[in-house]
């Protein structure tokens, strides 16, 4: 594990308990999101019900995912966060593990969700991370994402600052987004933005479907 991953997942074992008391219901005020992970859902039924929660954190979408008649499996860097997740949502397959290398078998996957965990890919990480999601999922299904905008410069300096750690962030332009998409084998079904709340950058959402064909493919 290279020094900047490492990082990372030691900094959100810190922030692990953070997570677990300051998200607690927190989706029941965001409808955006919440219409977001429902048009996932629906969409993703015509696939199958097998999906993979990547980054998940406290594991705080899978109950909402289990609900709209998915089966969720969670993946997380940090293992304090799966340590939590496994105490406040019991009942879902968790694995630590890194996005780049998934602990999953080709095309096995209906869909999965990204919710702001692809904003600490540096560049030299991106194409590799985006062709792993591509690679779980199987033709016709779908992956969902929420994101930050921004230019992708490289950010320090946020709220886990005050909490004694940081870590690298990168907020990515939707064309960027949809750019890594298509590289990887993904189609655009949809994408929309919230607008920015003071301090903080507009919210992106990407729904797209694994189309198997990437984009430098003559087919595509």
């Not at 990372?8 to 308990?17: E, G, K, W």
């Not at 859902?41 to 709209?68: F, H, K, S």
């Not at 600490?120 to 994402?145: N, S, W």
Request: charged content about 25%; aromatic content about 10%; hydrophobic content about 40%.
């Amino acid at each position: 594990m290279d020094a900047r991953t490492e990082e990372l997942r030691d900094a959100h074992d810190v922030l692990s308990q953070w997570y677990a008391k300051n998200l607690v219901g927190v989706l029941d005020s965001m409808p955006v999101e919440r219409a977001m992970l429902d048009l996932f859902a629906e969409m993703t039924l015509a696939v199958g019900t097998e999906v993979a929660d990547v980054g998940c954190g406290t594991g705080r979408l899978l109950p909402y995912l289990a609900g709209r008649g998915l089966s969720p499996r969670g993946v997380d860097l940090s293992p304090k966060m799966i340590e939590v997740a496994r105490r406040d949502h019991p009942g879902f397959a968790y694995e630590v593990a890194d996005l780049r290398e998934l602990p999953l078998e080709d095309v096995s996957l209906a869909g999965v969700v990204c919710w702001f965990s692809l904003i600490y890919l540096a560049p030299d990480a991106r194409a590799r991370a985006f062709t792993e999601l591509a690679r779980v999922v199987r033709p016709g299904g779908y992956l969902v994402t929420a994101f930050k905008h921004g230019d992708g410069t490289l950010r320090r300096n946020g709220l886990s600052t005050d909490l004694g750690v940081d870590f690298d962030r990168y907020w990515l332009s939707a064309a960027e987004m949809e750019e890594r998409f298509a590289a990887a084998g993904f189609a655009l079904v949809f994408q929309g933005s919230v607008p920015p709340e003071e301090g903080s950058p507009p919210y992106g959402y990407m729904l797209v479907r694994k189309t198997g064909l990437r984009s430098d493919d003559p087919r595509a």
